[in-house]
């Protein structure tokens, strides 16, 4: 009987081990973005980590990777974070989806902005 016990339960941890978790707390997006660019050319690189700290500093080395120089934190966020960008105005946001995180960036930035990146730690 209790060898049963056991086997059900071992069973049930390895089930809960295969379910998918986010693997991390925190994410950032960082741009380079110079008044007068078109949002099609601005740069970026996306981290994630344990801590916004952490992501923001994964998210710098993306964003030099990528061949960018000048990057700057522009938005942290927990869950989804969103970048949007004119020639003259930019706008962020962050929430619970893409979708949500995507419309503050865009209401922030107001006029003729178009999304940059819009990322999840998902």
């Known amino acids: 009987m209790l060898r049963k016990i056991l086997i059900v339960a071992m069973a049930a941890l390895l089930q809960c081990a295969s379910l998918p978790i986010s693997a991390w707390a925190a994410g950032a997006i960082a741009v380079v973005d110079e008044e007068g660019a078109d949002p099609a050319d601005i740069g970026y690189g996306v981290g994630y980590g344990e801590n916004r700290d952490e992501a923001a500093k994964e ?64």
């Not at 946001?93 to 865009?106: D, F, P, R, T, V």
């Open 59 to 122: 998210a710098m080395a993306e964003c030099r990777k990528a061949g960018n120089k000048g990057c700057k934190i522009a938005v942290r966020f927990d869950t989804c974070g969103a970048y949007a960008a004119s020639k003259t105005h930019f706008g962020v946001g962050w929430g619970e989806s893409k979708a949500i995180a995507s419309s503050k960036a865009l209401a922030e930035c107001g006029g003729s902005c178009k999304l940059v990146v819009a990322d999840c730690d998902e």
